[in-house]
């Protein structure tokens, strides 16, 4: 049965459904929201002010759009721990754990971290141990700077409002100016490394994996031991990692 209209408030109704026009669009302009709820451009902006004044919704630099907010983020469940996900990704993980030889693993963002959703342990004697529901600082892994680099910088920023960040390690990133430009240069790459920042002597690298919002993307990870994982090494995981999130596309 259907809700009993007799009883909907119709401006917490258009809220709501403004909301989960986020979890399928990165960015809404006023015009593209009113359009979207069929309602008037008035009605959307002053929805969109009040959910941006909350938290649940964040304007861009432009100011002529709107993203999810923080809080909207916090929500949202992470992607990957469904049983219908978590079996289209096995394959992905056992392909790329024999293509690599290293620790696999696959992360979704949750707010400012990230939370490891599964995982194949490498066979080698001397290996990172992978402990899936396992949550770390996003901006200390490479799982979780390839997700924030999803994201506008406007929706990182809701996410980090300080520009002094935690360290995990002496090597991690400490600041968020440091930390935006190293989005930006992930966007380039298309990969994101970790060098020690988030577990000393342990550097990893993460491709993306699947998702095409903020709520579903995942990172594809690779984690090994410093003495094997140089910076030569990670470029070389990469390549493989992404031939193994590629087979999602074949499916």
């Not at 360290?167 to 990969?191: K, N």
Request: aromatic share 4%.
């Amino acid at each position: 049965m259907g809700p009993n209209r007799s009883y909907t408030i119709e401006s917490l109704d258009t809220g709501l459904r403004l909301m989960r026009l986020f979890l399928a669009h990165d960015t809404l302009t006023v015009s593209e929201a009113a359009e979207l709820l069929s309602v008037g451009r008035s009605t959307a902006h002053r929805v969109l002010s009040t959910l941006e004044g909350r938290g649940f919704a964040i304007r861009d630099f432009s100011g002529r759009g709107y993203s999810a907010g923080p809080e909207l983020v916090r929500l949202g469940r992470p992607a990957g721990f469904g049983p219908a996900v978590r079996e289209r990704l096995a394959v992905v993980l056992d392909d790329a754990v024999l293509r690599t030889g290293e620790t696999v693993q696959c992360a979704a963002l949750s707010g400012d971290r990230i939370i490891v959703t599964d995982g194949r342990e490498s066979p080698r004697p001397v290996r990172v141990i992978t402990e899936p529901g396992s949550t770390h600082p996003a901006h200390a892994t490479s799982g979780g700077k390839l997700l924030l680099s999803r994201m506008t910088p406007e929706q990182v920023c809701a996410l980090y409002p300080r520009e002094e960040l935690p360290a995990a390690t002496p090597d991690t990133l400490v600041s968020r100016s440091a930390l935006l430009a190293e989005l930006q240069e992930i966007r380039s790459l298309g990969h994101a490394l970790s060098r020690g920042e988030s577990v000393r002597g342990m550097n990893t690298v993460a491709v993306p994996l699947t998702g095409s919002s903020w709520r579903d993307r995942l990172a594809l990870m690779a984690s090994a031991p410093a003495d094997r994982g140089d910076d030569a090494a990670l470029a070389r995981l990469a390549g493989e990692l992404r031939s193994s999130a590629a087979l999602l596309d074949t499916d």
